[in-house]
């Protein structure tokens, strides 16, 4: 491939995406939009399929947009710290997260069991439980 020689279909062809991606990501100022020769099409790098395969890497981990720009900001290699605090507190958020569905498949897995033990009742457990539960909003 020579380097400066891709065209937007080719680039979204070559990343993966679709070319409205390409063109969100540019309006995000995730990538950059190469100018435009007069009477011409914009030209786009070998070094945009990277960026590209980087943002969707990131945000198969979970990474934001806004997250994903903030390690490009440190994508020369020498901000590790910086890119190391992003992750970890992405890291506690997954993990919240997932203790937040450990309680929620424990209740729902006592609810459940409820509606098998409950031995034909009229008034269904986990119904009645979700009609009598506190809201968890207030």
């Avoid at 993966?16 to 190469?34: A, C, H, K």
């Avoid at 914009?42 to 990474?63: C, N």
């Amino acid at each position: 491939m020579i380097n400066q020689a891709l065209t937007i279909g080719r680039l979204a062809s070559l990343a993966g995406v679709n070319v409205e991606t390409i063109r969100y990501y540019q309006r995000r100022d995730l990538l950059p939009e190469p100018k435009k020769p007069l009477g011409s099409v914009r030209h786009y790098r070998e070094s945009d399929v990277s960026r590209i395969h980087f943002i969707k890497s990131a945000q198969r981990l979970g990474f934001t947009l806004e997250e994903v720009a903030l390690l490009l900001k440190q994508e020369d290699g020498t901000h590790c710290v910086e890119a190391r605090k992003i992750a970890e507190q992405k890291l506690a958020s997954v993990r919240e997260k997932l203790a937040d569905l450990k309680s929620i498949e424990t209740t729902l897995a006592e609810l459940v069991n409820k509606c098998d033990t409950s031995g034909g009742s009229i008034c269904c457990p986990l119904i009645n439980s979700l009609q009598h539960a506190p809201d968890p909003m207030s």
